[in-house]
């Protein structure tokens, strides 16, 4: 088991495996550094990325997230304006402040360096961090893996290099299944310390039937099992504040293009300009607006969706759910939830995203949420599913049906290759969120209209996802060489 909390961490666009993850990771081996006592004796740092990490790494900030991370920031308080210019700014300076507080001579373009030939045969999103003394030897060296959704893993540092295009063998890729680590959380609990652990979705439905208990309220028990109710409540409700911020922020931007060099149009602003003149959905309260399996305000869903992708990829403030390249399915499906559910109210928020939690969990624990690993059906497939589940949830769905609406959700993003233009998490990336939470409300729509019985269990469709991943081709997997990246000519 780990907290279901876990699933949505605040962070920074615009990828939680790319940049968010790379950031914690630099920052754990300078703290460690420090906690042995060594950094003061450190007088240059090394960077190394490999695999996914090198080949779309700048467009998606990985050299300055990690960059950052030696700083001593971490995603949920890192300036994303400073982020954004901290190639430029240690340029100017040539120094570099590790965790903030011992200065040292850096070259960017010496000291960060893109393997774009090898990979970790452990992990596609490996990368190594060494540290030298004055005289140029090693003082400590560290291997580090960004598996999906912000989580990070500590390697070896022998562990095996291979060309990005080998396929490594059943015992280098036992390595990615180890338990995982976020960089400031806490230690995650075995199924002892909870009292209803699953490992499946079968048994957590068979825990609901037994118990007579929601979804929801065999993860709260579980939740509330490791940290005070009161915690678990305001972290959800900080979770949903940002997410509303997010799209709130991402509907009034000034910025005209995003990021890049693909120059991509933000359409949000002029997309919410047009459907606020008809009414703003944003600035009423909750719950008006009844029979909410039969509304047709898909425009306000695409609309949510598009606000936060938009402000994953200008790189800005988001909440990884459950990764930067899926964050705005689930926040444009609760917002769905807020403005067109006549019922909705914060219990609701939190019944959802404990809901969604669980999938999450599900998900990361049997298959795989990083998109280097399994394609865009770990990332926009998972939200989706997940996004299902919580929709399902409060409107009334049995634990059936709950599981019913997360199946139809990833079933139908099986095979989702990612396949990102230039390496950045725009095309196809913005728009795929946004059809990804309007197939979560049909999902939902399709599984409140039926009994909760289906053919195709939740189990069987995580274990064909991550089936499908370690089948698709490692060009379709986050590599920028294969798919729309190599179609789509840049000018």
């Not at 010496?110 to 030939?117: E, G, I, L, M, T």
């Amino acid at each position: 088991m780990f907290s279901v909390l876990d699933m949505f961490s605040i962070g920074v666009g615009p990828s939680s495996s790319h940049t968010v993850g790379p950031m914690r990771a630099a920052h754990a081996f300078v703290a460690s550094l420090r906690d042995c006592g060594l950094l003061g004796g450190v007088a240059r740092v090394r960077v190394t990325l490999y695999g996914s990490l090198s080949l779309t790494g700048l467009g998606h900030g990985t050299d300055r997230a990690a960059v950052a991370g030696l700083e001593g920031n971490l995603p949920e308080t890192v300036d994303t304006d400073h982020l954004l210019h901290i190639h430029e700014e240690c340029d100017r300076r040539g120094i570099l402040t590790l965790g903030g507080t011992h200065a040292i001579e850096f070259d960017y373009g010496r000291d960060v360096v893109f393997d774009q030939w090898r990979r970790m045969a452990a992990h596609p999103n490996g990368m190594r961090f060494e540290a030298f003394d004055a005289s140029g030897d090693i003082v400590d060296e560290q291997v580090w893996y960004s598996i999906g959704g912000g989580f990070i893993q500590r390697g070896n540092a022998d562990d095996r290099l291979i060309g990005n295009h080998e396929h490594p063998s059943a015992q280098d890729g036992a390595q990615s299944d180890a338990a995982t680590k976020s960089d400031g959380a806490a230690a995650s609990p075995t199924d002892g310390d909870v009292p209803y652990p699953f490992a499946t979705c079968d048994e957590l439905i068979d825990i609901c039937r037994r118990e007579g208990m929601a979804i929801d309220q065999v993860v709260w028990a579980n939740e509330t099992a490791m940290r005070p109710a009161d915690e678990v409540r305001g972290r959800l409700l900080e979770v949903w504040r940002v997410m509303r911020e997010c799209v709130s922020n991402g509907c009034s931007s000034t910025e005209a293009v995003l990021p890049g060099g693909l120059d991509v149009p933000r359409r949000a602003p002029r997309m919410y300009a047009r459907l606020a003149s008809n009414g703003d959905v944003l600035k009423r309260d909750a719950g008006r607006i009844d029979a909410v399996l039969e509304s047709s305000d898909a425009a306000w869903v695409d609309l949510f969706a598009l606000a936060v992708s938009e402000e994953n990829a200008g790189g800005r403030r988001i909440v990884t759910a459950p990764t930067n390249g899926s964050a705005g399915i689930i926040p444009a499906v609760l917002l769905y939830y807020w403005h067109f559910v006549d019922v909705a109210d914060e219990d609701g928020v939190i019944r959802f995203l404990l809901t969604a939690g669980a999938v999450g969990y599900l998900f990361k624990r049997n298959a795989s949420i990083s998109g280097a690993e399994v394609g865009c059906q770990g990332e926009v497939g998972v939200a989706c599913s997940m996004a299902a589940a919580g929709l399902a949830a409060v409107l009334g769905g049995t634990p059936e049906q709950v599981e019913n609406a997360a199946e139809i959700g990833i079933e139908h993003n099986l095979g989702l290759t990612c396949d990102p233009v230039g390496g950045l998490v725009q095309i196809p990336c913005i728009e795929r969120n946004a059809m990804g939470a309007n197939t979560a409300i049909n999902a939902v729509r399709m599984a409140m209209l039926g009994d909760g019985s289906h053919i195709v269990s939740l189990d069987q469709a995580i274990l064909t996802m991550k089936q499908t991943g370690e089948d698709m081709m490692s060009k379709y997997k986050e590599t920028s060489k294969g798919g729309l990246a190599v179609n789509v000519v840049e000018c």
